[in-house]
């Protein structure tokens, strides 16, 4: 099975979310143990470093991001995924284009 995971699922883990972490922490010790394979967006990489490098710094946050990109690939995203993602009617402009994607 592939996984794509969203953006908020690591920064649970990684901020340690109240009432969330939980649930993204069971996600991601799925995928660390090789029960499915897990990809996360590459434009969604750059968006967990930037918003977790607030409360880590910078070298915490990169240290992390590294530990993610040995659980899970970053997947790409194209202009064609783009566009199907803009047709699409979600309210969330994010999910519309990780579903699109692969």
Known sequence: MTVLI????ALDVLL???????G???ILDLAEKK????YISASA???IFYISQKKLGKKTAKEAIKHLLH???PATVTDED???ALDLT?????????????
Do not use: C, H, M, P
């Open 6 to 9: 969203d953006t908020n699922v």
């Open 16 to 22: 340690n979310n109240a009432g969330l972490v939980a």
């Open 35 to 38: 029960l499915f394979t897990g």
């Open 24 to 26: 993204s922490r069971a």
């Open 82 to 84: 783009i566009y199907k």
């Open 45 to 47: 990489v750059t968006d």
């Open 90 to 102: 979600w309210d969330d402009f994010e999910d519309s284009v990780q579903f699109t994607v692969g």
């Open 71 to 73: 659980i899970y690939y």
